[in-house]
């Protein structure tokens, strides 16, 4: 059976990074609770970081309490808050920083993931330090300008210039399924701070549930898409 996930062509013409999207995983019981749905979908998201060449990466995620806050990985297997406090809790597949909905590096040889269901996932990458971040943006996250922080502590911490960045929005609810197409408006704050190569999938989650896990479209009782990025392990050695 093909796995069930896809990568975008603007990514995977850059050699210095890995990337995946999961997509909806058949037969799955999906009617729980996150934490339980993370559980039951951890098997097959296991499999896919292996088909891209990533399953004996570090996974670093974030909680994702949509706030605008991000987390630096500094080193392999280790992160540091917004507060500079280092933390980091145990999850399925590897370590889950809390207080953040976004993670930012630039250590090759370790995956940053992301979970969805209607909110966006933005994978940013700078072609040049390199470095790579990954951000949960949905209505409240892009409202107070989480995309536009990761951005700003990318600068901040390895002189980043937007001009050599490359964003790529997943796929996410959009009108008329959704009352706000948070979408553009991730795209016109990346444009603002200088970002010229800025992509859209276009692709709206709840118009396709045997691809994708919808939130609002299934009330709340669905799965989660992984989104990926990973630097590879030759890049700075």
């Known amino acids: 059976m093909q796995l069930p996930f896809e990568q975008f062509p603007a990514l995977s013409a850059i050699g210095t990074c890995r990337h995946v999207f999961t997509q909806r995983i058949p037969g799955v019981d999906v009617s729980h609770d996150k934490a339980e749905v993370l559980r039951r979908l951890d098997a097959a998201h296991r499999e896919i970081r292996n088909a891209i060449g990533v399953g004996d990466w570090p996974l670093l995620t974030a909680q994702q ?8 990985a500094d ?75 990761a951005i700003g502590q990318m600068i901040d911490r390895f002189g980043s210039d937007p001009e050599n960045m490359i964003v790529q929005l997943s796929p996410c609810i959009r009108p008329p399924h959704y009352e706000i197409d ?17 992509h859209d999938s276009g692709i709206c989650t709840a118009c396709d549930l045997g691809r ?15 989104a990926l990025i990973g630097l590879n392990p030759t890049i700075g050695n």
């Open 65 to 72: 309490i949509h706030s605008n806050k991000i987390a630096v």
């Open 75 to 149: 080193e392999v297997g280790s992160a540091l808050r917004p507060d500079h406090e280092p933390r980091g809790a145990a999850s399925l597949s590897g370590r889950e920083f809390p207080g953040c909905d976004g993670l930012i590096t630039s250590q090759p040889g370790i995956a940053l993931g992301i979970y969805v269901a209607d909110c966006c996932a933005v994978y940013l990458i700078d072609l040049q330090t390199p470095a790579i971040g990954l951000v949960h943006s949905g209505k409240r996250g892009t409202a107070t300008g989480v995309v536009s922080n």
């Open 182 to 198: 948070f979408a553009a408006e991730i795209a016109r704050q990346c444009r603002a701070l200088g970002v010229k190569q800025i």
């Open 212 to 226: 994708y896990y919808s939130y609002r479209a299934e009330k709340g009782k669905t799965g989660r898409m992984l």
